[in-house]
Nanobody, 120 residues
């Protein structure tokens, strides 16, 4: 079993910053792509950013230039630095990871989410 645990969400004023973290633990052999997704009330879950094990990144257009994704492969952790936050960034943010377990079985895992609220 593999668990993803997010942290770092909270309430922030527009223009402020937050840093999210997501740590993967359990029966892990390797992790390929890790990412962040978000779901606002009444909306579908959307991609925010992804990062491969080699460090290649991909961002949603709405966050380019404001958010930065990074990871610590040694600690199986992915981060999301969010700057210049806007009220429309308000959502539950979910961590996602493509994990190969120690029995060499691959699957995608999700965290339970962390709430980010940006006030105007």
């Amino acid at each position: 079993q593999v668990q993803l645990v997010e942290s770092g969400g909270g309430l922030v004023q527009a223009g402020g910053s937050l840093r999210l973290s997501c740590a993967a633990s359990g029966s892990i052999f390797s992790i390929n792509t890790m990412g962040w997704y978000r779901q606002a009330p009444g909306k579908q879950r959307d991609l925010v950013a992804t990062i491969t094990s080699g460090g290649r990144t991909n961002y949603a257009d709405s966050v380019k230039g404001r958010f930065t994704i990074s990871r610590d492969n040694a600690k199986n952790t992915v981060f999301l630095q969010m700057n210049s936050l806007k009220p429309e960034d308000t959502a539950v943010y979910y961590c996602n990871a493509e994990v190969v377990s120690r029995d060499f079985y691959g699957r995608v895992y999700w965290g339970k989410g962390t709430l980010v609220t940006v006030s105007s």
